[in-house]
């Protein structure tokens, strides 16, 4: 399901669909240099931390397979300029800088190869972090499709789908892989102010795939809760800090106390790579701030009188106690996360 290919390296240029003109037009952007795939991060032509990541990974190597550089010490130096032009974009999805982690190491272990060879490795390691993306987002599904009652109706905030990933989604994977086992799932999707991608992105790419999906704006959310017309909330992550809390699109966390007063399950669907350990909580979690246009003007459209201050944080943290558990490719996750968070990470190095 779902034929969405959110980026992809084609022709030599890295190219992503333009979500910003969604559901207008479909339209896809070709990056031809890094300042133009950090442009396209930073102005959410591409967003979703897995997508995000997926996007640094390539433009990276865009860098190496378009450099002029005659030498291995040279090229090294284009990349770390680009690594760092990339980093700037945006400060809280960590599959951000994992993903350019990754790169820069496989980089390194190349330093004393030809530079054809270099750039060669360079894209292929790009392409496995693509595939490895839409591998984790399959098994994320299939161990989060069990949690899933039958018949099942998920309220989503954001999007967390194809378009947030390299294919098939994290939270919308969960609802898919539903799908796929035969269950019926009704997605009640909040609208996601102020840039609404949960309006634009989420009831779009459902409705391509023809899963049944009802838009409603933030404020509705505890009505129908209070209404019993909510299974279950599932929602991705940009940043899960090692004790369990979460950072995701602004609103999550609002979601996730209502569903806590009303007996919800709270899901959070993400791989591993937005696993990050070296923080002790979402208190240490950079949180962006964006334009204050964004919320008196939303997609262009002044709703604000001219001038009218607003602040605009891009994420909030969910505190671990109001999340039920962690979907990850390589298990269900349980409390105590701490402990358990850590346990699936060594798990993976076991098996590396």
């Known amino acids: 399901m779902s034929a969405v290919k959110t980026i992809e390296w084609k022709d030599g240029k890295v190219r992503m669909i333009d979500q910003t003109l969604l559901p207008r037009e479909l339209t896809y952007l070709d990056c031809e240099s890094v300042e133009m795939v950090a442009e396209a991060i930073r102005s959410l ?5 897995p997508a995000i990541g997926v996007a640094a990974a390539y433009g990276m190597a865009l860098c190496a397979v378009v450099s002029s550089s005659p030498t291995a010490g040279e090229l090294r130096d284009e990349l770390l300029l680009a690594k760092e032009i990339l980093a700037s974009t945006r400060p809280t999805a960590i599959n951000l800088f994992w993903a350019l982690d990754r790169m820069m190491r496989k980089a390194s272990a190349l330093q004393d190869a030809p530079l054809e060879q270099i750039k060669r490795e360079l894209l292929e ?5 693509c595939d490895d993306d839409i591998a984790a987002n399959r098994r994320m599904g299939e161990l989060g499709a069990k949690l899933l009652p039958d018949p099942a109706t998920v309220l989503t905030h954001c999007n967390a789908g194809a378009l947030a990933t390299a294919g098939y989604g994290t939270a919308l994977g969960v609802v ?24 634009r992105l989420t009831v779009w790419e459902l409705m391509q795939d023809g899963i049944p999906v009802t838009l409603l704006t933030d404020n509705m959310a505890a009505h129908l809760m209070r209404h019993q017309r909510i299974d279950c909330v599932i929602v991705g992550a940009d940043r899960i800090a090692s004790n369990g809390d979460v950072a995701n699109k602004i609103g999550t966390y609002g979601v996730a106390v209502l569903a806590r007063h009303h007996g919800i399950p709270f899901y959070v669907a ?7 350990m070296n923080i002790l909580s979402g208190d240490f979690t950079p949180i962006e701030q964006r334009a204050a246009s964004e ?8 709703i604000a009188p001219e001038g009218a201050e607003a602040i605009n944080p891009a994420f909030d943290v969910t ?7 962690i979907i990850t490719e390589q298990a269900v996750v349980y409390p105590p996360y701490l402990q358990n968070l850590k346990g699936c990470l060594e798990q993976i190095s076991d098996e590396r």
């Open 295 to 302: 919320v008196t003007a939303p997609m262009g459209l002044p």
């Open 319 to 325: 505190p671990k106690e109001l999340v039920t558990a």
């Open 125 to 129: 390691e790009a392409h496995r972090i």
């Open 176 to 199: 898919r892989a539903a799908v796929e086992s035969g269950k019926r799932v009704h997605v009640y999707a909040d609208e996601t102010r102020p840039v609404l991608q949960g309006a």
């Open 45 to 49: 032509r591409i967003r979703g931390a």
């Open 270 to 276: 993400a791989p591993v790579s937005t696993i990050d």
